[in-house]
């Protein structure tokens, strides 16, 4: 079994930064795609970013050109650098790692990100 575990989150103003990472209990991430969904209250979850194995990213249209997915292998981590936040990014963010897209064989606990006006 694998565990995730996210940290990172908090409150921050609009316009501000911040950086959440996942780090898992054993070497997933070289063969495993990584991913970074998010959840608001009363919506659905959503992917809003994830990574393979090869390094290829993806994001979802909300995001892109304020987040950025990366990983490092050596420490089993993958991060979500989170720039320009609005608001609507408020969410509990989840962590997660599978073998194809979208990642959802293992997840996180949650991290809540929120952003005041």
């Known amino acids: 079994q694998v565990q995730l575990v996210e940290s990172g989150g908090g409150l921050v103003q609009a316009g501000g930064s911040l950086r959440l990472s996942c780090a898992a209990s054993?070497?997933?991430?070289?063969?495993?795609?990584g991913g970074w969904y998010r959840q608001a209250p009363g919506n659905e979850r959503e992917l809003v970013a994830s990574?393979?194995?090869?390094?290829?990213?993806n994001y979802a249209d909300s995001v892109k050109g304020r987040f950025t997915i990366s990983r490092d292998n050596a420490k089993n981590t993958v991060y979500l650098q989170m720039n320009s936040l609005k608001p609507e990014d408020t969410a509990v963010y989840y962590c997660?790692?599978?073998?194809?897209?979208?990642?959802?064989?293992?997840w996180g606990q949650g991290t809540q990100v929120t952003v005041s006006s």
């Open positions: 997660a790692a599978g073998n194809s897209l979208p990642p959802n064989v293992y």
């Open positions: 054993r070497s997933i991430f070289r063969g495993y795609t």
């Open positions: 990574i393979t194995p090869g390094g290829s990213t």
